[in-house]
């Protein structure tokens, strides 16, 4: 975490977001919901809330682009230095009706790839349920939980295995 960080009494962290982008060894995780996205503040891994699955991207399916709200997050530094590339990492809900789960998984590979496309690390991370979102499957667990989603994110799944 940055030092130095100023709270404002609303609550905003002046300086955080400008600390991650000056660091794209640091990975950006997307995730779905204002709750999962606070969820994973708390536990120290920078995460954005999307309103939505299909709201990382924009255009249609022929021609897509990275939102605007998160091309920030992509710095030159990232993208000309090879070991430097941004990774995000995707993280949605764990879904279990069939016509969902393809939603969901035709909305993560679109996202990747839009990602990918700005020279960009992509993964996936996927929960294993019956919990829907990150926030529950933290509560579920307890005092695990902060070790379990370390190792979650850590073996995500690249575009092509997921």
Wanted: a neutral charge; proline letters at 6%; charged letters at 25%.
């Amino acid at each position: 975490m940055p030092e130095n960080i100023v709270v404002t009494h609303d609550g905003v962290a002046l300086g955080f977001w400008a600390w991650v982008m000056a660091h794209p060894e640091i990975p950006v995780i997307l995730t779905e919901g204002e709750k999962k996205g606070g969820c994973l503040l708390t536990l120290g891994f920078v995460a954005i809330a999307l309103p939505g699955i299909w709201n990382g991207r924009v255009g249609k399916e022929d021609l897509e682009y990275l939102h605007p709200d998160l091309v920030p997050m992509v710095t030159e530094r990232s993208r000309s230095m090879a070991q430097h590339k941004r990774k995000f990492v995707i993280l949605f809900d764990y879904e279990s009706k069939p016509k969902t789960k393809q939603q969901v998984f035709a909305a993560t590979r679109r996202t990747c790839q839009v990602i990918l496309q700005l020279a960009c690390q992509c993964e996936v991370a996927v929960l294993p349920g019956p919990e829907k979102g990150i926030d529950d499957w933290v509560v579920a667990l307890g005092k695990k939980a902060e070790k379990a989603v370390s190792t979650m994110i850590a073996d995500a799944l690249t575009i092509n295995e997921y």
